[in-house]
């Protein structure tokens, strides 16, 4: 009888502790999304920089923009212009047995109340690019719709010239969110490099799939938040 009691209060002891443990496991789940829902508040551009590729470039290095600046300079045909910066993320990205970056990519929260102003100070510095002496042509690329972002560009029509192949921009008009992304040439000096492009239909080609690939990711992330 004592043992059959012994065993029945153990019973009971385990029943009680997993209880305890069910609901010890729901409050860290709940508290875990309440911090996470709180950050995506605080923070509304943190999980933008999560987004990834398809293929094998990876996320080397994600900087916040420093706080207190609240603009940044840009150039167009007007002279030195500002458009506003709520808050900011730079995020570079690089093959993994390179050394040097393929994509330098700014996430940026622009102002509400002169987003418009600033999208348009934008696409005039990219139109001004392209009226700028330089060793190769600039090529502007007009508005295309791309998962759900009106995007610009410029490009140069050769490989190998400046740093930069190329500078393009996603706006995102609800969110008032620009993404502007530069392309960077490839080295050639590096030992044992193994480049991704020679050619300017090969730099198209990357070039094509990094921005189709990371504006569905950021979408995503759009519609999630």
């Given at each position: 009888m004592l043992s059959l009691l012994r065993v029945h209060v153990s019973k009971e002891n385990m029943t009680h502790r997993l209880i305890q443990l069910t609901i010890l496991t729901v409050l860290v789940s709940s508290f875990e999304i309440i911090v996470y829902a709180q950050s995506s508040i605080s923070d509304?551009?943190?999980?933008?920089?999560?987004?990834?590729?398809?293929?094998?470039?990876?996320?080397?290095?994600?900087?916040?923009?420093?706080?207190?600046d609240s603009h940044r300079e840009v150039i167009t045909d007007k002279g030195k212009e500002k458009v506003s910066v709520i808050d900011g993320y730079r995020v570079m990205f690089a093959?993994?047995?390179?050394?040097?970056?393929?994509?330098?990519?700014?996430?940026?929260?622009?102002?509400?109340?002169?987003?418009?102003?600033?999208?348009?100070?934008?696409?005039?510095?990219?139109?001004?690019?392209?009226?700028?002496?330089?060793?190769?042509?600039i090529l502007f690329t007009d508005k295309i719709l791309l998962n759900g972002f009106d995007h610009y560009g410029i490009d140069r029509d050769k490989v190998d010239v400046g740093g930069q192949m190329g500078t393009h921009v996603l706006f995102d008009d609800q969110n008032h969110?620009?993404?502007t992304i530069y392309f960077l040439n490839q080295s050639k000096a590096v030992?044992?490099?193994?480049?991704?492009?020679?050619?300017?239909?090969?730099?198209?080609?990357?070039?094509?799939?990094?921005?189709?690939s990371y504006s569905h990711c950021l979408r995503s992330v759009a519609e999630t938040h």
């Amino acid at each position: 009888m004592l043992s059959l009691l012994r065993v029945h209060v153990s019973k009971e002891n385990m029943t009680h502790r997993l209880i305890q443990l069910t609901i010890l496991t729901v409050l860290v789940s709940s508290f875990e999304i309440i911090v996470y829902a709180q950050s995506s508040i605080s923070d509304p551009l943190k999980p933008y920089t999560a987004c990834k590729v398809t293929g094998d470039l990876k996320i080397k290095e994600i900087t916040r923009r420093t706080p207190g600046d609240s603009h940044r300079e840009v150039i167009t045909d007007k002279g030195k212009e500002k458009v506003s910066v709520i808050d900011g993320y730079r995020v570079m990205f690089a093959f993994p047995d390179l050394t040097y970056y393929f994509a330098n990519v700014k996430i940026e929260q622009s102002a509400a109340d002169s987003y418009e102003q600033d999208k348009q100070i934008l696409i005039n510095q990219l139109k001004h690019f392209t009226t700028t002496k330089d060793t190769t042509a600039i090529l502007f690329t007009d508005k295309i719709l791309l998962n759900g972002f009106d995007h610009y560009g410029i490009d140069r029509d050769k490989v190998d010239v400046g740093g930069q192949m190329g500078t393009h921009v996603l706006f995102d008009d609800q969110n008032h969110l620009v993404v502007t992304i530069y392309f960077l040439n490839q080295s050639k000096a590096v030992f044992g490099n193994n480049r991704r492009f020679e050619t300017i239909k090969q730099y198209r080609d990357l070039r094509d799939d990094f921005l189709n690939s990371y504006s569905h990711c950021l979408r995503s992330v759009a519609e999630t938040h």
